[in-house]
């Protein structure tokens, strides 16, 4: 995702955002809609059983969904909007970022935490509600989101701050009650104590520390004093319980007074139109209340999913799709790939006053095909959302806050101080939460607004609608020349790469979109990790009616598996080992030095070079992205000639280790996410759909297939980055250059089934 | 006309469609989320419950064929097996998104119902069933060990 | 017209009436008399019977090892599944965790009550028909059954049934249950002599 912006950015994003409010969107065709009381009174069919809920008494409800947990006890304690601290000592903290399993709840918990040394036992989270200006990710200016894997580096001293400040009130109301100096109070786990024997906990202290004047210096912790930040065992997940019993409540769970539940028939191909609908045989289902058209589609509403299910298969829906039946994404790669022999708009040039290049002495022409993916989270996109009272509210695993709140307020013709968003925690998501036009949030609005609010609903994508809606990372081509000179250096690198740009056409476009280039669709390209003499890069971005979306690590899925495999082709042709061709390429400085400081660790511990069993070959790729440092080796061998990855080595550099095991999850989570992609990930476009639309056909690695994964951290006092994606990009590289030592002829198009390296 | 279920030792009538899938019977009727849907053709595991203690992709099941069949759910699993499970689920803090656990639970507990010593093969076998889009498939593993250590130690779970 | 045109007659007539069928029926024992030999005609009968035998629907659940396969391309099941001790499939991820008694439309998953792979010996994928033959006659490899019970299993059996009644968008095995059964018999009358291949 994207990258922190300068102050001017950040202007220009928030006034882009804020004039999504302005626009009114004509398109808007509520106009046809067909409920199931209309059907029957003009049907004539009085007495029959009428499926749908009874309505509920209109009252605001302004709290989370009814299954949540009631609400707290008002706390006296509330130095500001990220703690409070109850008469029962329970510190909740509030998390501005969205949980998609990345453990940034626990992560954002620990910073408040370890400055108010709070007993974790006694700590409580909740997730905010949309207000840009207290909540914002600070990263990117006064936008509420989650995404480029900054929730924690964003945080890192805001949070921080924010526990320091409750602890220094606590601490000066306990001054205040024992009349003694607050430097001799001590706090250690919800507790206040002092030498002459007094003592008192966080609760009990709380009431007076709320009549206190927040101060604005606090200091903060010396690392050397974290007693949460850093430590192994000491912040087990808060969210594993709820997810283990059955408890934790997802957007699909949400229950409401009269809830209805929708699908949506959505086109069948990119850019196909309702022409005209059908809803006699759908409307008829047991359990349909609604069929509604919508600006998606169609949608059918009824008092559960298996009744809308049937009512959508019922629904005869007339397409126009003379526009879009034709899309077939093996044509347009043919056609990427002729475009790599045009040039371009220029992300790389060689810099005008640099020394004529050496003469090339060995050449590596490559071209490599990405395809599309798709984010299959576990839970399918959806959305709750509620008209009632003059209000909006909505219930979903949110990540792109504001966003979601502006096309929300649009799409209800509500100013936005009457929209309410209630953000859960989601079933994954990997980027597909966080998208341009706020699609599920967006559709279920419309939904709601169709049904003229009269009861609060569910829009669920099946998973069907989730695997074929687009928003994929889109195909790239990549082709490459690069050189050696007669001593075996890098002399040369001319790239050109083709694929749609994620944030063309979109809110943020002009603001990540220079010259031409869009930054994500060239990143781990340029700028690179390694210093490589006269780079030329060429970038075209065409359009497709495919949208286009992030997926996990975004620009590195890609390029990092070009850079690395490349950087083992060019070694292997100067005769050089992998590991000190890199080396010596690193660019100086301190990024240079970190990257390099992660590889030459997986070398160590990864057994780089020892004799392995006859059969297996090890591979290695490290990449840096999104500030964070990742190495991996990769063990491989070819049973029955199909590739198995046995051991994966990871050495990772992310600043501050806030949570180590929550690092070491996203590492080992990042492995398995990228195995997959490189196994079976691929989507392809026939007639203008979707060929691959479930798990049957869209594989998904399995546990049979899950190598050994082993994680070393770097101690490190860097400010802490993001460990989301990083883990991501070397994963695919390393396999790569493994099976090329292994013999395997070098294969550019993924994923691997198509070569038969898998099985499929 | 209704269905009666046994659900988590509780008897429970349905009235609807008989081919409902299991699935949507227990999250809406009855009210039970921990169950969740993830793909509706039986290839990812989330919708794994019990079914007289074998695991059932409850999307694949119409509930007309639950009459007197003992169902169990993952709010309603309540065996040492299962306790240990759990527990070795939160201490190895197994879970990152955690919307496929509850079905790896249910397979894990199933599994070591049967086979309180499931080798690394066993678990393969057992859980390939369910997908892990987060991959914590190396913790579910390790949480299987150390359940089925700590069964055997007789200190319980 | 000739005798074996008339029979061709017939069986194109037949074979338009066989519309609950795979598209294409299986021929009728009867359209084998014109083969004299008898053991020619015994083979004949059988390598028609392979059409059955050999169809996916069948090939899926007698795959030459402990993975069944699927689809039309036979490729191996996914996701992962194995025999298990019974041939019902591994502790915890059964046959019948995913598949129900019948075909289940809502999922698409096809089912029958005894829904399990053939036991090893029983393998035939990667084997000629004509080993599959022998395979079918031989009561160490055939679960013990005689020529009567082998007969009876081919032609009665409902999970032998399902193949010509898979639902979702698989293709049925080519003609019906009875022609099978028919085939079998005339099969077993003639000598059950074998393919050579």
Request: hydrophobic share 40%; proline share 7%; net charge neutral.
């Amino acid at each position: 995702m994207i990258h922190a912006l300068d102050p001017t950015q950040q202007a220009l994003l928030a006034r882009a955002i804020a004039a999504q409010r302005s626009d009114h969107d004509s398109d808007h065709d509520h106009g046809a809609t067909f409920s199931r009381r209309d059907f029957l009174r003009s049907s004539g069919a009085a007495g029959l059983v009428l499926g749908f809920a009874c309505l509920p008494a209109c009252r605001a409800l302004t709290g989370s969904a009814v299954n949540s947990p009631a609400p707290p006890v008002p706390a006296p304690f509330r130095p500001n909007a990220f703690v409070r601290v109850a008469p029962d000592s329970i510190v909740t903290i509030v998390c501005k970022h969205l949980e998609m399993g990345q453990g940034n709840t626990t992560g954002l918990a620990t910073l408040v935490a370890d400055e108010l040394d709070a007993d974790w036992s006694l700590v409580r989270t909740e997730y905010a509600p949309s207000d840009p200006k207290v909540y914002n990710n600070v990263f990117y200016g006064e936008m509420q989101i989650t995404g480029g894997s900054t929730s924690i580096a964003n945080s890192f001293m805001q949070m921080r701050l924010a526990g320091a400040t409750a602890r220094a009130m606590l601490v000066a109301a306990a001054a205040n009650a024992w009349q003694v100096p607050a430097a001799e109070i001590n706090t250690a786990n919800s507790v206040l104590t002092h030498a002459s024997g007094k003592r008192a906990t966080y609760g009990e202290m709380a009431a007076a520390a709320g009549r206190l004047p927040v101060p604005k210096d606090v200091a903060l912790k010396q690392p050397q004093r974290f007693t949460l930040i850093g430590k192994q065992k000491a912040t087990p997940r808060v969210d594993s319980l709820s997810k283990c019993n059955g408890s934790a409540i997802y957007t699909i769970d949400v229950k409401l007074p009269g809830l209805l539940t929708a699908v949506a028939a959505f086109p069948p191909s990119f850019g196909a139109r309702v022409i005209s609908f059908d809803p006699a045989e759908a409307i008829r289902v047991p359990g349909v209340t609604d069929v509604v058209r919508v600006p998606e589609g169609v949608a059918v509403v009824g008092t559960g999913t298996w009744a809308v299910l049937k009512g959508r298969r019922a629904l005869k829906v007339s397409w126009d799709e003379s526009t879009s039946a034709s899309l077939n994404s093996d044509a347009v790669l043919a056609q990427y790939r002729a475009q790599t022999q045009q040039p371009g708009a220029p992300f790389a040039r060689p810099a005008e006053n640099m020394p004529a290049p050496a003469p090339l002495a060995k050449t590596i022409e490559a071209l490599y095909e990405f395809p599309f993916l798709a984010h299959a989270a576990m839970e399918p996109m959806n959305c709750v959302a509620w008209l009632h009272d003059g209000l909006l509210e909505t219930w979903s695993g949110h990540q792109f806050t504001s966003l979601d709140h502006t096309l929300a307020a649009r799409a209800a013709n509500l100013p936005m101080d009457k929209v309410r968003l209630h953000t859960l925690m989601s079933g994954g998501s990997f980027g597909r939460r966080a998208n341009f036009v706020s699609d599920y949030t967006v559709a279920a609005v419309n939904v709601a607004v169709a049904i003229k609010g009269r009861a609060p609903v569910r829009l669920q994508f099946m998973r069907e609608d989730d695997t074929g809606a687009g928003m994929y990372r889109p195909m790239y081509v990549h082709a490459i020349k690069a050189g050696l000179d007669a001593s075996g250096k890098l002399a040369g690198w001319q790239h050109t790469i083709v694929g749609q740009s994620i944030f063309a056409g979109t809110v943020l476009g002009s603001y990540t979109i220079k010259d031409g280039v869009d930054a994500m669709s060239v990143e781990g390209v340029f700028p690179s990790q390694y210093e490589i003499p006269q780079m030329r890069g060429d970038l075209h971005s065409p359009t497709l009616p495919v949208p286009p979306l992030w997926w996990r690590s975004v620009g590195n899925s890609h390029s990092a598996f070009v850079m690395e495999t490349m950087m083992d082709e060019l070694a292997a042709a100067a005769g050089k080992d992998p590991v000190a061709f890199r080396l010596a390429l690193f660019a100086k400085g301190e990024k240079g030095e970190r990257v390099a400081g992660v590889l030459k660790l997986v070398a160590e511990k990864g057994g780089w070079g020892a004799p392995l069993r006859s059969g297996v070959a090890q591979g290695i790729a490290v990449h840096e992205c999104f500030g964070t440092f990742v190495a991996q080796l990769a063990e491989v061998s070819m049973p029955d000639g199909k590739v198995k990855v046995h051991r994966v080595v990871c050495a990772v550099d992310c600043g501050v280790p806030v949570n180590p095991d929550v690092i070491r999850a996203q590492m080992e989570g990042g492995v398995g996410f990228a195995l997959s992609a490189l196994y079976y990930g691929e989507i392809e476009i026939k007639a203008g759909r979707a060929v691959q639309r479930n798990f049957d056909r869209y594989k998904a690695l399995r546990i049979n297939e899950m190598p050994n994964v082993e994680v070393h951290i770097v101690a490190s006092n860097h400010p802490p980055t993001g460990v989301g994606e990083p883990g991501v990009p070397p994963l695919a590289p390393a396999v790569a250059n493994a099976l090329a030592r292994l013999g395997i002829p070098r294969v550019r198009r993924l994923p691997l089934a198509r070569a038969g390296l898998v099985e499929s | 006309m209704s269905i009666t279920l046994n659900v988590n030792a509780t008897s429970r009538e349905f009235y609807g469609d008989p081919d409902t899938p299991l699935l949507w019977v227990i999250r809406e009727q009855l009210g039970l989320t921990g169950t969740k849907y993830g793909c509706g053709i039986a290839q990812c595991g989330a919708c794994t419950v019990h079914v007289d203690g074998v695991p059932l992709r409850s999307c694949s099941a119409p509930v007309a064929a639950m009459t007197g069949r003992a169902i169990t759910t993952i709010e309603g699993l309540a065996s040492r097996v299962a306790k240990a499970v759990q527990k070795a689920w939160v201490d190895l803090d197994v879970v990152q998104c955690g919307y496929c656990q509850s079905g790896q639970i249910m397979s894990a507990v199933a599994l070591l119902e049967k086979m309180p010593q499931a080798s690394d093969e066993d678990i393969d076998h057992a859980l390939a069933g369910n997908i892990c889009r987060c991959a914590t498939y190396q913790r579910i593993r390790a949480a299987i060990h150390v359940a089925s250590e700590r069964l055997a130690s007789k200190e319980g779970a | 017209m000739s005798v074996t045109h008339a029979w061709l007659v017939v069986i194109v007539l037949a074979g338009a009436g066989a519309s609950l069928a795979g598209a294409d029926p299986l021929r009728s024992p009867q359209s084998f008399s014109s083969i004299g030999d008898q053991a020619d005609r015994s083979r004949a009968l059988f390598v028609e019977a392979g059409r059955a035998l050999q169809h996916p629907r069948c090939l899926n659940c007698h795959p030459a090892g402990d993975r069944p396969t699927q689809k039309e391309d036979l490729h191996p099941h996914s996701p992962l599944v194995v025999r298990g001790l019974d041939n019902k499939g591994a502790i915890a991820l059964r046959c019948a965790t995913c598949h129900q008694a019948a075909n289940f439309e809502p999922s698409g998953v096809p089912g029958h009550p005894l829904w399990h792979m053939a036991p090893r010996e029983m393998a035939w994928q990667g084997k000629s028909l004509g080993e599959i033959c022998e395979q079918i006659k031989d009561p160490r490899r055939n679960g013990g059954k005689t020529l009567t019970q082998i007969h009876e299993h081919l032609a009665h059996d409902t999970l032998v049934g399902w193949a010509w009644a898979p639902g979702g968008h698989r293709e049925p095995a080519p003609g019906t249950q009875a022609q099978l059964g028919a085939l079998i018999a005339a099969w077993i009358e003639t000598g059950t002599v074998c393919p050579t291949r």
